[in-house]
Protein backbone atom coordinates (compact mmCIF):
# COMPACT_ATOMS: atom_id res chain seq x y z
CA UNK A 1 0.00 0.00 0.00
CA UNK A 2 2.94 2.66 0.85
CA UNK A 3 4.61 1.52 -2.42
CA UNK A 4 1.82 2.05 -4.56
CA UNK A 5 1.41 5.55 -2.68
CA UNK A 6 4.79 6.61 -3.38
CA UNK A 7 4.03 5.70 -7.09
CA UNK A 8 1.45 7.63 -7.76
CA UNK A 9 3.30 10.55 -5.83
CA UNK A 10 6.17 10.29 -8.57
CA UNK A 11 4.01 9.95 -11.11
CA UNK A 12 2.23 13.01 -10.26
CA UNK A 13 5.37 15.04 -9.50
CA UNK A 14 6.84 13.80 -13.18
CA UNK A 15 3.28 15.10 -14.72
CA UNK A 16 4.49 18.72 -13.32
CA UNK A 17 1.53 19.40 -12.26
CA UNK A 18 -1.90 17.93 -10.67
CA UNK A 19 -3.32 14.51 -11.78
CA UNK A 20 -5.79 14.95 -14.67
CA UNK A 21 -9.54 14.79 -12.75
CA UNK A 22 -11.38 11.83 -13.34
CA UNK A 23 -13.81 12.42 -16.21
CA UNK A 24 -12.83 15.94 -17.58
CA UNK A 25 -10.23 17.01 -20.54
CA UNK A 26 -6.82 17.72 -19.40
CA UNK A 27 -7.19 20.82 -21.60
CA UNK A 28 -10.33 21.78 -19.75
CA UNK A 29 -9.24 21.65 -16.74
CA UNK A 30 -7.92 24.51 -14.60
CA UNK A 31 -9.13 27.32 -16.24
CA UNK A 32 -10.44 30.41 -14.12
CA UNK A 33 -13.22 32.29 -15.30
CA UNK A 34 -12.29 35.98 -14.40
CA UNK A 35 -14.41 37.48 -11.61
CA UNK A 36 -16.62 40.29 -12.34
CA UNK A 37 -16.19 43.37 -10.10
CA UNK A 38 -18.84 45.34 -9.24
CA UNK A 39 -18.40 49.12 -10.68
CA UNK A 40 -19.67 50.20 -6.58
CA UNK A 41 -16.89 48.65 -4.81
CA UNK A 42 -14.01 49.44 -7.32
CA UNK A 43 -14.56 52.77 -5.81
CA UNK A 44 -13.47 52.05 -2.14
CA UNK A 45 -9.97 50.36 -3.62
CA UNK A 46 -7.78 52.91 -3.26
CA UNK A 47 -5.39 53.97 -6.29
CA UNK A 48 -2.13 56.63 -6.64
CA UNK A 49 -3.16 59.96 -7.17
CA UNK A 50 -1.74 61.48 -10.00
CA UNK A 51 -0.79 65.43 -10.20
CA UNK A 52 -2.42 67.55 -13.38
CA UNK A 53 0.64 66.49 -15.76
CA UNK A 54 0.18 63.11 -15.39
CA UNK A 55 2.61 62.94 -12.81
CA UNK A 56 1.86 60.01 -10.39
CA UNK A 57 2.32 60.07 -6.92
CA UNK A 58 4.12 57.77 -4.59
CA UNK A 59 4.60 56.45 -0.43
CA UNK A 60 7.99 57.04 -0.03
CA UNK A 61 9.58 55.22 3.05
CA UNK A 62 12.00 57.66 4.63
CA UNK A 63 15.31 56.33 6.61
CA UNK A 64 13.74 58.69 9.05
CA UNK A 65 10.75 56.05 9.37
CA UNK A 66 8.16 58.44 8.08
CA UNK A 67 6.19 57.77 5.00
CA UNK A 68 5.34 60.96 2.84
CA UNK A 69 3.86 61.23 -0.62
CA UNK A 70 5.73 62.73 -3.51
CA UNK A 71 5.66 63.03 -7.14
CA UNK A 72 8.93 61.57 -8.96
CA UNK A 73 9.71 64.52 -9.59
CA UNK A 74 9.29 65.83 -6.81
CA UNK A 75 11.40 62.84 -4.90
CA UNK A 76 14.17 63.70 -7.70
CA UNK A 77 14.24 66.94 -7.07
CA UNK A 78 14.22 67.45 -3.16
CA UNK A 79 16.28 64.35 -1.97
CA UNK A 80 18.63 63.27 -4.54
CA UNK A 81 21.92 64.88 -5.33
CA UNK A 82 21.77 66.28 -9.42
CA UNK A 83 24.57 66.05 -12.50
CA UNK A 84 23.67 69.57 -13.06
CA UNK A 85 24.55 70.76 -9.95
CA UNK A 86 28.14 72.09 -9.57
CA UNK A 87 30.34 72.07 -6.09
CA UNK A 88 28.72 75.31 -4.95
CA UNK A 89 24.82 74.41 -5.91
CA UNK A 90 25.62 70.93 -4.10
CA UNK A 91 26.79 73.00 -1.04
CA UNK A 92 23.93 75.50 -1.50
CA UNK A 93 21.26 72.58 -1.95
CA UNK A 94 22.14 71.54 1.36
CA UNK A 95 22.26 74.58 2.96
CA UNK A 96 18.52 75.73 2.21
CA UNK A 97 17.26 72.40 2.65
CA UNK A 98 18.96 72.69 6.73
CA UNK A 99 17.72 76.56 6.67
CA UNK A 100 14.17 75.04 6.23
CA UNK A 101 14.82 71.58 8.00
CA UNK A 102 10.87 71.15 8.23
CA UNK A 103 9.83 71.72 5.67
CA UNK A 104 7.51 69.34 4.23
CA UNK A 105 7.97 67.38 7.08
CA UNK A 106 10.38 67.47 10.14
CA UNK A 107 14.28 66.81 9.62
CA UNK A 108 13.78 66.91 5.76
CA UNK A 109 17.31 68.73 5.61
CA UNK A 110 18.83 66.03 7.63
CA UNK A 111 17.57 63.59 5.09
CA UNK A 112 19.00 65.92 2.31
CA UNK A 113 22.23 66.15 3.83
CA UNK A 114 22.08 61.85 4.21
CA UNK A 115 21.48 61.88 0.49
CA UNK A 116 24.44 64.05 -0.04
CA UNK A 117 26.57 62.13 2.09
CA UNK A 118 29.41 60.66 0.59
CA UNK A 119 30.77 57.44 3.36
CA UNK A 120 30.22 54.09 3.03
CA UNK A 121 27.13 53.01 5.46
CA UNK A 122 29.24 49.58 6.32
CA UNK A 123 32.15 51.29 7.43
CA UNK A 124 31.99 51.85 11.41
CA UNK A 125 34.65 54.35 11.13
CA UNK A 126 33.22 57.00 9.05
CA UNK A 127 34.49 60.45 9.81
CA UNK A 128 32.56 62.17 7.96
CA UNK A 129 31.94 64.61 11.46
CA UNK A 130 35.46 64.84 11.67
CA UNK A 131 35.65 62.16 14.36
CA UNK A 132 34.55 58.32 14.31
CA UNK A 133 31.46 57.33 13.86
CA UNK A 134 28.82 54.53 12.40
CA UNK A 135 26.46 56.25 10.13
CA UNK A 136 24.83 53.46 8.79
CA UNK A 137 21.78 53.88 9.78
CA UNK A 138 20.13 57.40 9.16
CA UNK A 139 18.86 58.08 12.65
CA UNK A 140 22.36 57.99 14.15
CA UNK A 141 23.18 60.79 11.43
CA UNK A 142 19.96 62.78 12.55
CA UNK A 143 20.98 62.75 15.93
CA UNK A 144 24.04 63.99 15.35
CA UNK A 145 22.82 67.05 13.59
CA UNK A 146 20.61 67.65 17.22
CA UNK A 147 23.60 68.11 19.06
CA UNK A 148 25.51 71.24 20.28
CA UNK A 149 28.16 71.69 17.24
CA UNK A 150 25.99 70.72 14.34
CA UNK A 151 22.31 72.67 15.63
CA UNK A 152 22.90 75.96 14.72
CA UNK A 153 22.62 74.53 10.83
CA UNK A 154 19.01 73.49 11.52
CA UNK A 155 16.75 76.34 10.98
CA UNK A 156 19.38 78.94 10.67
CA UNK A 157 18.92 82.31 9.51
CA UNK A 158 21.98 83.06 6.85
CA UNK A 159 24.69 81.57 5.43
CA UNK A 160 28.28 83.35 3.98
CA UNK A 161 30.60 81.42 1.73
CA UNK A 162 34.04 81.98 3.34
CA UNK A 163 37.36 80.96 1.79
CA UNK A 164 37.91 77.87 -0.50
CA UNK A 165 40.41 75.51 -1.45
CA UNK A 166 40.79 73.35 -4.69
CA UNK A 167 42.32 70.04 -3.14
CA UNK A 168 42.64 68.29 -6.01
CA UNK A 169 40.34 67.73 -9.65
CA UNK A 170 37.79 66.31 -8.01
CA UNK A 171 38.28 67.45 -3.89
CA UNK A 172 37.14 70.83 -2.73
CA UNK A 173 36.32 72.34 0.14
CA UNK A 174 34.39 75.48 1.28
CA UNK A 175 33.80 77.16 4.56
CA UNK A 176 30.63 78.81 5.44
CA UNK A 177 29.23 81.14 8.30
CA UNK A 178 26.09 80.17 9.99
CA UNK A 179 24.21 82.82 11.08
CA UNK A 180 21.12 81.54 13.71
CA UNK A 181 17.99 83.52 14.35
CA UNK A 182 17.76 86.19 17.36
CA UNK A 183 16.93 84.21 20.45
CA UNK A 184 16.62 85.83 23.61
CA UNK A 185 18.07 88.80 22.07
CA UNK A 186 21.74 87.06 21.14
CA UNK A 187 22.64 85.67 17.73
CA UNK A 188 24.80 82.55 17.02
CA UNK A 189 27.94 82.03 14.53
CA UNK A 190 28.95 79.39 13.72
CA UNK A 191 31.46 78.11 11.03
CA UNK A 192 31.44 75.20 9.03
CA UNK A 193 33.99 73.18 6.24
CA UNK A 194 32.41 71.13 3.48
CA UNK A 195 34.62 68.50 1.89
CA UNK A 196 33.02 67.74 -1.61
CA UNK A 197 33.85 65.02 -4.04
CA UNK A 198 33.29 64.09 -7.18
CA UNK A 199 32.23 60.69 -8.49
CA UNK A 200 34.18 59.51 -10.92
CA UNK A 201 32.77 56.19 -13.03
CA UNK A 202 29.30 54.56 -12.32
CA UNK A 203 26.02 55.53 -12.19
CA UNK A 204 26.98 59.14 -10.76
CA UNK A 205 29.96 59.74 -12.34
CA UNK A 206 30.14 63.57 -12.55
CA UNK A 207 27.89 63.98 -9.50
CA UNK A 208 28.83 65.97 -6.17
CA UNK A 209 28.87 64.45 -2.82
CA UNK A 210 29.69 65.77 0.63
CA UNK A 211 32.71 64.30 2.13
CA UNK A 212 32.56 65.74 4.97
CA UNK A 213 31.25 67.97 7.03
CA UNK A 214 33.21 69.71 10.18
CA UNK A 215 32.61 72.28 13.01
CA UNK A 216 34.91 74.63 14.00
CA UNK A 217 36.20 74.26 17.37
CA UNK A 218 34.65 70.99 17.85
CA UNK A 219 35.93 68.90 20.57
CA UNK A 220 32.79 66.81 21.36
CA UNK A 221 33.16 68.30 25.38
CA UNK A 222 29.25 68.06 25.30
CA UNK A 223 30.16 64.01 25.42
CA UNK A 224 32.18 64.63 28.44
CA UNK A 225 34.82 63.17 27.42
CA UNK A 226 33.71 59.89 25.97
CA UNK A 227 34.22 58.95 22.29
CA UNK A 228 30.75 59.17 20.87
CA UNK A 229 30.65 55.48 19.25
CA UNK A 230 27.04 55.11 19.32
CA UNK A 231 24.76 58.00 19.33
Not at 70 to 77: A, E, G, L, V
Not at 83 to 97: F, H, N, T
Given at each position: MLGTAL?????????????????????????HKPVARDSSSSSSTPSPSSSQDGDVEKLVFLGSGDVVS????????ELWPE???????????????LKNNNEPYVDHGVEVLYRFADFDPFNPRCKYFGRQFDLGQFERFRRIMHTPPYAPLLGHESAVMLSSLQVSERVFKQRVLIQTPDRGGEKE???????????????????????????????????????????
Open positions: KLEVKHVRGCGAAPRPGIHPSKQWRMTSRQRKKLIYSREDAIMRQLEAEKVYEFTMAQRLGGVYCGYWFTQSLVADDNDWGFMAGAPPRRL
